[in-house]
Nanobody, 127 residues
């Protein structure tokens, strides 16, 4: 069973930066091909795609709302995915979830395609 643990959320002001981390742990983490992603869910809204990356780091996708401000990256040796969030806006306020999809060739933007989820970390951006 894969366990995903997020960290790095918090309360910041508009224009500030945060870096989220998500470590994947499993006794048998030997997936041949997988992708990791970040989704977010604001209060009263559906969960939405933020960014995703293939484990090799060669394919990544972003939601239009975060493109140019957020960067997703992988540390394969540590089975960890990061989300660097710059120039944060109040509308970025949400619970951010890490997810893992396997097997896959290209990361999906659809929550239902992901097999494992973290518990979420709150990001609050004040104006």
């Amino acid at each position: 069973q894969v366990k995903l643990v997020e960290s790095g959320g918090g309360l910041v002001q508009a224009g500030d930066s945060l870096r989220l981390s998500c470590a994947a742990s499993s006794g048998t983490f030997d997936f041949e091909d997988y992708a990791m992603a970040w989704f977010r869910q604001a209060l009263g809204k559906d969960r939405e795609f933020v960014a995703a990356i293939r484990y090799t780091g060669d394919i990544s996708y972003y939601a239009n709302s975060v493109k140019g401000r957020f960067t997703i990256s992988m540390d394969n040796a540590k089975n960890t995915v990061f989300l660097q969030m710059n120039n944060l806006k109040p509308e970025d306020t949400a619970v951010y979830y890490c997810a893992l999809e396997e097997p896959t060739i290209a990361p999906s933007r659809v929550p239902g395609e992901y097999d494992y989820w973290g518990q979420g970390t709150q990001v609050t951006v004040s104006s």
